[in-house]
């Protein structure tokens, strides 16, 4: 191309650049005539004062009546520390817990059978007469007596009771009693009846599956006259015999104390035999309840 046309162009491209720029400057111009017509501000209304009381205060008055009046008397801010409020408490609500439940009381009724056991606590009541439990034989007055059945297959060894009551607590010791035997035991104290329910009753007991009597080796006959025959049945010296006796009611079919006495011979030969009288024996009163044979003076 050549250079006197590109002079054209350029001088044409110019020519419209200054065309558009002075479009635009009259355009804005327009714009600013119109907007200055709008905005501008109308001439003031004159107010006929004989029919209306209107008061057309100035701006300036408005703002003069906002200032404080000098008459005024001023309040300066409060040069002390504010007082802060205390926040409000929360009372602590403490739980009320229920109070506490006394469990029902247990009241034993007669006749009781002693857990673990064979023995049926059949009565408790006052005593009077011959107290036998320290081998004093006294004479005593309401003293409390139990009666006691064994109705199992194996003789008591020794079993010692503790009875509570509401009141009191009652003490009775056993020793010897044969399978399916009733016996009657005192108090071991002296202690009377108690007058409240029996609510708990221990034990420490021991069984053994018979009373020994020794019958291959001595032969023990009751005279009836309080004096017991005793023969050894071998042909071997026999150190020491030891007879086991217990007081018994006929009438009651029941043995009597829960003590149990006892009286030895001792050395006694080879098929010979000797009486013995037991210092509470009685004949009519009392029962033979085990014999042992000791290899040594026991």
């Not at 350029?10 to 558009?20: H, M, N, P, Y």
């Not at 006691?148 to 008591?156: D, F, K, P, V």
Request: aromatic fraction near 6%.
């Amino acid at each position: 191309m050549s250079k006197e046309k590109i002079g054209v162009i350029l001088t044409k491209r110019v020519t419209w650049i200054v065309v558009a720029v002075l479009v635009i400057l009259a355009v804005v111009a327009l714009i600013i005539c119109v907007i200055t017509a709008e905005v501008e501000t109308p001439a003031p209304t004159e107010v006929d004062r004989s029919t209306e009381q209107v008061t057309i205060q100035p701006i300036e008055t408005e703002i003069q009546t906002e200032e404080t009046h000098p008459s005024e008397e001023v309040t300066e801010p409060s040069t002390e520390p504010t007082q802060e409020t205390a926040p409000a408490t929360v009372p602590i609500v403490t739980p009320t817990l229920p109070m506490p439940t006394t469990p029902p009381k247990t009241v034993i009724k007669l006749p009781y059978t002693i857990p673990g056991t064979t023995l049926v606590i059949q009565k408790v009541a006052n005593y009077t007469g011959i107290y036998l439990e320290d081998g004093s034989n006294s004479d005593v007055t309401d003293v409390a007596m139990m009666l006691l059945y064994n109705t199992g297959s194996e003789a008591i060894e020794f079993a010692d009771l503790v009875l509570h009551y509401d009141d009191k607590t009652l003490e009775f010791k056993v020793s010897a009693l044969p399978a399916g035997a009733k016996i009657a035991v005192q108090e071991l104290n002296g202690q009377s009846c108690a007058f409240g329910d029996l609510t708990s009753c221990g034990i420490d007991i021991a069984t053994t599956p018979v009373m020994e009597l020794s019958e291959n080796k001595v032969n023990v006959v009751d005279n009836g006259n309080n004096t017991l025959t005793v023969t050894n049945l071998t042909d071997q010296d026999i150190p020491t015999v030891r007879i086991f006796y217990k007081y018994y009611l006929e009438d009651e079919d029941a043995y009597i104390g829960g003590i149990t006495f006892n009286a030895a011979i001792y050395d006694l030969k080879a098929g010979e035999s000797m009486v013995l009288m037991p210092k509470r024996f009685a004949s009519k009163g009392s029962r033979i309840i085990m014999v042992r044979i000791y290899d040594t003076v026991a």
